[in-house]
């Protein structure tokens, strides 16, 4: 049977496959996405890795048991503002907190700095009487006839969407559900975001800006799952569906479809699975992933095995409170547009070429110069070999772009703007890894980086030397990383609960309870998605602060501590998780509890990776000439020798300047380094200094794992 993972992306739609030994083992394949109708480019995607295996499309669904999905489409929708056209009803009096936001400006010292537009207009959002307080007493009893009139006003304004975010209901969810009940009887067809029941937390702008993105993609989501669902079902499927969500896991796209705000990180999230399975057998713990792709540059800091959680999202400046990956993202992909400004600075990104046109050297009509035409112009990229041959580029096309839009306004040659480009978007692709790394007080050089994505590869070495970063892997599935992570990541359902209580007066009994009450939620979440009980875990935590604090620091707790937690152990990593993050600790102030937290996770199988036998230390099989390229700091082209990536064994080891050619991807070797294949079928960079040393800790002796 088969298991496939399906990432959508902005450029290519990527697809990773596994079955066992009579289904082939592992493979990879991507097709150009479809944007205008995601789900064709999977179908047609689908179509083509069947045709590879001999199967017609509806035996090789038939054979498959799992498809895990990433997508996109939510982001986009965002992005684009092409989103559900929502309304929202609130209470009298705070119709305008998605423009007041948190009450402070952005840029404190910039009195014209523009706001996003809301994602729900002012004439859609809609005001009731009625009032909790903060502890969840009822002061002012709801006004269900202003609801009723809000509900009918929306339904004739055309809304497909609608929010009830009140007041406190964090508090006591008491006046949202009547209000739903209300809605639900007189906009049956509307799909209903309750702030209550998708985030019951503390902070009102929080609870709005959340729910408003949920409304503005979730009848997007809808459509798109509905359709997918449709087509799969129609071509033979019947095994299951899985959806990939922002606090990498996933779930079902019922769940998904609720909480459709889950799913605006949706492909990115799942790169911190597969880096686990690529890193575990080498005992590496803390580590960097990156993924680029054709339109980004993805960042994530993995410490102690667990990829870091945040509840401060904000997409296109807009605040999404829901738990997601801690992923830092830049416009720095294969096909960014490089450009220069009036004052002749060049710029790499944001814009992106994207599937369609893409960059110029595919011949698709784009003229603007990207990442990839520079790569191809300093001889980094076969023109004959690009996705395995199965597709020519164009060098001239590259090269006249280039030379049009940077090297003349600049005044150089062509090579010398490519070469340019290509150090630019390596520097901003570092100044990424700091922001997650040196912003934190952490060192870079103290993290193995994990290089994935189509284009990474191409671009590490340099990031790595910039860095002074001692060791890079580049996974055997870099090309389709997202995907492959998707099928082996495990189900997940995070939920949290405001409760304001002071540290010094709480009893561990009280606490307990709460928890365990969350817990319970989350099994019975899980369990309604098939997870069984003894496949489940928690992870609880509570968000503490110092007394008039404005943030929180979220602290974990020990699962064995859900029903009876020990507090003065909280308050002591509270203090210790404080110092690291901000510098200091004030173990004399008093602390809150803000809101308590529980993430459950269902187990899903995953295969082990099995230890190959090393081959011995000289690649020259697998060596397929040379070509003369340009690499940044060297006046002229150097001959690179050009290996084939599929020739390659475990043990081959190989210095630079060198390539490495996969149907998928490019890795670039650098003079003073040395890639070797490591007996999982990854590939290890390390500089010729310290070779010895490396091969004999990550190489193993003997072909056994090391």
């Not at 409304?215 to 997918?228: D, N, S, T, W």
């Not at 023109?383 to 199965?390: D, I, K, M, S």
């Not at 203090?575 to 600790?585: F, I, K, P, Q, S």
């Not at 993430?599 to 099989?621: I, M, V, W």
Request: glycine share 10%.
């Amino acid at each position: 049977m088969f298991r496939l993972g399906i990432d959508a992306g902005g450029t290519f739609t990527d697809f990773w496959l596994t079955g066992d030994a009579s289904d082939a083992g592992e493979r990879i394949h991507k097709t150009p996405s479809t944007p205008e109708d995601p789900p064709r480019a999977v179908i047609r995607g689908i179509e083509e890795m069947a045709a590879s295996l001999g199967l017609a499309p509806g035996d090789f669904l038939s054979r498959t048991e799992l498809i895990v999905h990433g997508t996109t489409v939510a982001t986009n929708a965002v992005i684009t503002g092409e989103g559900a056209r929502a309304g929202l009803i609130t209470t009298r009096g705070f119709r305008d907190v998605l423009e007041m936001r948190r009450g402070w400006r952005e840029e404190f010292f910039n009195n014209k700095a523009s706001l996003p537009k809301p994602l729900i207009r002012r004439a859609l959002r809609l005001t009731a009487g009625g009032r909790m307080d903060e502890a969840g007493r009822e002061i002012e009893p709801l006004d269900e006839a202003a609801v009723r009139e809000a509900a009918l006003r929306l339904k004739a304004e055309g809304c497909e969407s609608l929010v009830i975010c009140l007041m406190h209901a964090w508090a006591n969810p008491a006046h949202e559900r009547r209000a739903a009940e209300i809605v639900r009887a007189h906009f049956p067809e509307a799909f209903l975001t309750v702030s209550s029941e998708l985030l019951p937390q503390i902070r009102l702008y929080e609870r709005v800006s959340t729910s408003a993105f949920n409304a503005y993609v979730g009848p997007i989501i809808r459509r798109h799952m509905e359709k997918l669902e449709e087509t799969l079902a129609a071509r033979g499927f019947g095994g299951a569906l899985l959806v990939m969500c922002s606090h990498g896991g996933v779930t079902t796209p019922s769940v998904a479809v609720g909480r459709a705000a889950s799913l605006l990180l949706s492909g990115p999230a799942a790169g911190p699975a597969a880096a686990a399975r690529a890193a575990a057998p080498h005992g590496a713990a803390d580590y960097i992933v990156t993924d680029m792709g054709g339109t980004s540059f993805d960042v994530a800091l993995v410490r102690e095995g667990k990829p870091l959680v945040t509840q401060e999202s904000w997409i296109e400046r807009r605040r999404l409170a829901l738990p997601s990956l801690d992923i830092h993202t830049l416009g720095a992909g294969g096909g960014s547009i490089s450009w220069v400004d009036e004052g002749g600075i060049l710029h790499v990104g944001p814009q992106s070429a994207g599937a369609r046109p893409g960059p110029a050297c595919y011949g698709l009509g784009g003229e603007e110069p990207t990442a990839t035409d520079a790569c191809l112009l300093l001889g980094h990229l076969d023109p004959a070999y690009f996705l395995g041959g199965e597709m020519r580029i164009d060098p001239k096309a590259a090269e006249r772009a280039i030379r049009r839009r940077v090297a003349e306004p600049l005044g150089m040659g062509a090579e010398e703007a490519a070469l340019g480009m290509y150090e630019l978007i390596c520097v901003q692709m570092a100044a990424g890894i700091r922001e997650v790394t040196v912003r934190r007080g952490l060192d870079p050089r103290d993290f193995l980086l994990i290089a994935a994505g189509g284009a990474g590869p191409l671009h590490a070495n340099l990031i790595a030397r910039e860095l002074e970063i001692p060791l890079i892997l580049v996974p055997r599935n870099s090309a389709t990383f997202c995907a492959a992570g998707m099928a082996e990541s495990d189900l997940k359902h995070d939920l949290a609960a405001s409760w304001r209580a002071p540290m010094d007066a709480l009893a561990a009994a009280a606490l307990g309870e709460r928890l365990e009450a969350l817990r319970r939620d989350c099994a019975a979440a899980l369990a309604a998605q098939g997870v069984p009980a003894g496949r489940m875990i928690f992870e609880p935590g509570a968000d503490l602060r110092y007394l008039g604090q404005y943030h929180e620091v979220t602290v974990p707790l020990p699962a064995e501590e859900i029903g009876r937690p020990g507090v003065e152990a909280l308050l002591a990593r509270f203090h210790a998780r404080h110092d690291a993050l901000y510098g200091y600790a004030t173990a004399e102030m008093p602390v809150e509890c803000i809101t308590l937290r529980m993430s459950g996770r269902g187990l899903t199988q995953k295969r082990e990776a099995a230890p190959r036998p090393l081959a011995g230390e000289d690649p020259a099989a697998a060596r397929r000439g040379e070509r003369p390229v340009r690499l940044p700091g060297t006046p002229e082209r150097l001959p690179a020798a050009v290996y084939r990536g599929e020739d390659l064994r475990p043990g081959h080891r190989l210095p630079g300047p060198a390539i490495v050619e996969e149907p998928h991807t490019t890795i670039l070797v650098l003079p003073g380094y040395e890639l070797a294949r490591d007996p999982f079928g990854n590939s290890l960079i390390w500089p010729e200094a310290s070779a010895a040393e490396m091969a004999a800790r990550f190489l193993g002796r003997g072909g056994e794992a090391p």
